[in-house]
Every structure is written in structure tokens, then in C-alpha cells.
């Protein structure tokens, strides 16, 4: 076929009807390669957040076995010097028990006027 500058006859010459074969096969496979790449960037985005996710679990699972840590030494040395002033712990304790027996009806006495009070400034009067 010839060229010509009638825009009539290119309508006739770019038809369906003169569209080589292997132009939508290269189009497919154009496509689908394109496809395909957006498909494997979705799942390296998707390997890349799970990763993350993953350092993030593994961070927080650090700091907290390190303040687990800190803490149990803190106890250890808070148990050390119980036992290295025992005796005097123990006195303190049965003190301790001793002033509440004899206080405990003081302290309810207390508590209960505490709650009297407590609810006697929206007591009103008729």
C-alpha cells in the first residue's frame, strides 16, 4: 500500500482490518508484564511492613525483658537488706500489728463520722 496525504484512504490504511497479528500479542504481553510488576512490588511492599512489624515486636520485647530485669534486681537488693535487718523488720511488724488492734475501733469511729460528713453538706432540709 501506498502513502497519501487523503485522510480518507488512512482511515481505510490504520483499520482493524490491516492491524498485524502479533500487535495485541505484544500488547499482552506489554500489559501483563506491567502487571506483574505492580504485583511484585505489592507483595515487597507487603514482605517490607511485615519485617517491620517484626524489628518494632522485637524492640518492645527487649526493653521490656531489660526493665524485667532492673526490676528484679531492684527486688534482690530490697530482699538483701530484709534479711540483713531482720530483726528489726520483725519489730517494726508486730509494732505495727499491736497499734492496730488497739486503734481499730478508734479507726472505725473515725471512718464512720468520716462518711457522715462526708455526705452531710448535700443533706438538705425541708
Do not use: C
Amino acid at each position: 500500500m501506498y502513502l497519501t496525504n487523503n485522510p480518507r484512504q488512512w482511515r481505510f490504511m490504520y483499520s482493524k482490518a490491516h492491524v498485524p497479528h502479533k500487535q495485541p500479542q505484544a500488547v499482552d504481553e506489554f500489559f501483563g508484564a506491567l502487571e506483574s510488576q505492580k504485583n511484585d512490588l505489592k507483595a515487597l511492599q507487603r514482605e517490607r511492613a511485615a519485617l517491620k512489624k517484626l524489628e518494632n515486636v522485637r524492640r518492645d520485647h527487649e526493653t521490656r525483658i531489660s526493665g524485667l530485669q532492673k526490676e528484679q534486681e531492684e527486688d534482690m537488693m530490697k530482699a538483701a537488706l530484709i534479711e540483713a535487718n531482720l530483726e528489726v523488720v520483725i519489730f517494726l511488724f508486730l509494732r505495727r500489728q499491736q497499734f492496730s488492734k488497739q486503734h481499730s475501733n478508734q479507726a472505725l469511729l473515725a471512718l464512720k463520722h468520716k462518711n457522715r460528713l462526708k455526705y452531710w453538706p448535700t443533706f438538705r432540709y425541708r
